[in-house]
């Protein structure tokens, strides 16, 4: 029976010949089915991936060399471009879309081996934390079906989570990878703004967005890393710099490193209990180990949701204006009197509740009479923010903090309440406001029987010390 541990050791098994891509394609493809109900995938890509499988096994046997994913069985988030196969930001407006290119990250995956198994459900054009806002129904935990997988990237975490595929490639505006990777208990990274290319990923918040990844373990996430970032002529906002091979030397030698948490963050009164106990336990062992870890003031943390939520909606009611029924996917079938009545209709039979929620914010944030109260003011916070962040790393290697108040909840425990939703996201959207990158990894498990992890976060394209820590924090020592 096929098991999976870890990439290297996967392919270590397809060099000894005790399993091949085929097999492993078969597995996953099975399991998919099996787990149906849970909805991650809304659609795979049965027989081309086992078809790229048995090229890829013949290209193995006859001793040619192999590219560095050779047959890594990967799913994408039904919001990035994979050319000639359809694409819907889990939206009814995208309906028949089919996507004419590859995106950078696609393009990349293929390049080095990898088999694209299929498109995962998610939060309607990455916006949510449960997704209980996709047009194509819930996702639900695997480790308990009554709660949520968390979102927007739910379907990509379930599918690490279940063992539906091997790794999975997800986005994040706000913690839409590290948030459902802290639910389901696997590794979820976001890096640097900018470090992996962005062409070819469905815009919400352009200025805030990046691809990010999930695996069971933080090799697999390096080497993913590896293989997909670095600059791109086609994303003016992909970094240039070089990309280091990050899945090599993520062992530290014992180094001890300076550590930073938020002492509001710790205290925050709407942090679960056990998850707080569980942190101080954490910073405590850190200590011991020696480790420095201190405490820093950080009397802007009330301001991070209100400030992301003014400026995504602001940069999502412009991305998505160009969803007009007319250059892509639904158009409305009833009868209407103007150019404009179309639009409209077009626009409130397509876009679901939540997205109209945030294109009519947005929208409002950046009418005439409010611009300055709202979207100048959220600016200068965000501006203050990478300012005092700055200044933190000048002092610390980095900053550890939870990832989520408290562990995956019930479906509808906050689906009518808006704001609590939005509150829940007050430890994520740090990292992308500040564009820095930041890891969740799960250490530990609730009373509920759910897990959660820790956030790490780093600065500015020091991904390689991110990784190498949560490697020792792993270890446990
Ligand atoms: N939960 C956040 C939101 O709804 C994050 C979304 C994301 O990262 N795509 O905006």
Same mark, same amino acid.
């Given at each position: 029976?096929?098991?999976? =541990? ?104 293929? *390049? ?32 308990? =079906?009554?709660?949520?997988? +968390?979102?927007?990237?739910? +379907? @990509? ?136 870890? &201190?405490?820093?003031?950080? &009397? ?18 412009? =991305?998505? @204006? ?26 409130? &039979? ?28 959220? *600016? ?74 820790? *956030? ?6 020091? &991904? ?14």
């Amino acid at each position: 029976m096929f098991g999976f =541990n870890s990439i290297k050791d996967y392919q270590k098994n397809l060099l000894n010949g005790q399993t091949t891509c085929v097999e492993a394609v078969s597995f996953y493809l099975a399991s998919i089915r099996e787990n149906a109900h849970l909805n991650a995938f809304l659609e795979t890509y049965a027989d081309e991936a086992l078809q790229r499988a048995a090229a890829l096994d013949e290209l193995q046997k006859s001793g040619q060399p192999t590219g560095k994913l050779h047959g890594v069985v990967v799913g994408l988030k039904d919001i990035i471009c994979y050319k000639g196969h359809e694409l819907s930001a889990s939206s009814k407006i995208l309906q028949g879309f089919i996507s004419i290119y590859n995106a950078t990250v696609t393009e990349r995956l293929l *390049q080095e081996g990898a088999i694209i198994i299929g498109r995962q459900n998610c939060d309607e054009f990455a916006m949510g934390s449960s997704n209980e806002n996709s047009a194509f129904g819930n996702v639900l935990n695997a480790k308990d =079906n009554s709660r949520v997988p +968390g979102g927007s990237s739910g +379907g @990509s975490a379930v599918s690490v989570q279940a063992g539906l595929c091997m790794i999975s490639l997800g986005s994040d505006t706000g913690g839409s990878v590290r948030q459902p990777a802290d639910f389901c208990g696997i590794v979820g990274l976001k890096p640097t703004y900018g470090r992996i290319s962005r062409y070819g990923l469905i815009a919400y918040a352009s200025s805030f967005d990046q691809i990010g990844i999930f695996g069971k373990t933080i090799d697999d996430v390096a080497l993913i890393l590896e293989v997909i970032a670095g600059a791109d002529d086609f994303d003016s906002t992909a970094l240039t710099s070089k990309v280091p091979e990050y899945s090599l030397n993520l062992d530290d030698s014992g180094r001890k490193y300076k550590i930073a948490y938020f002492k509001e963050a710790l205290e925050h009164p709407g942090l679960d209990k056990e998850i707080a106990k569980s942190l101080r336990e954490f910073i405590r062992k850190l200590t011991d180990d020696g480790h420095t870890v &201190e405490p820093v003031d950080f &009397e802007l943390l009330e301001y991070v949701v209100p400030a992301y939520y003014v400026l995504t909606t602001a940069e999502a009611s412009s =991305n998505l @204006s160009r969803f007009d029924g007319i250059k892509y996917g639904y158009a409305t079938k009833k009868p209407v009197t103007s150019l404009t009545d179309f639009y409209k209709q077009t626009r409130s &039979e397509g876009f679901g509740k939540e997205v109209k929620r945030r294109i009519m914010l947005g929208t409002f944030v950046l009418s005439a009479g409010y611009y300055d109260a709202y979207f100048t003011k959220a *600016q200068q916070v965000r501006t203050i923010l990478v300012e005092r962040t700055n200044i933190i790393f000048r002092q610390y290697d980095a900053i550890i903090s939870p990832t989520v108040p408290a562990p995956a909840f019930k479906f509808g425990e906050k689906s009518n309440d808006p704001i609590e939703m939005f509150l829940a996201d007050i430890y994520t959207v740090f990292a992308n406001l500040t564009g820095i990158p930041a890891i969740s990894i799960p250490l530990f498990t609730h009373q509920s029987g759910m897990n959660f992890g820790i *956030q790490v976060m780093v600065s500015r394209e020091d &991904e390689k010390t991110l990784l190498q820590l949560s490697k020792r924090f792993v270890k446990g020592s």
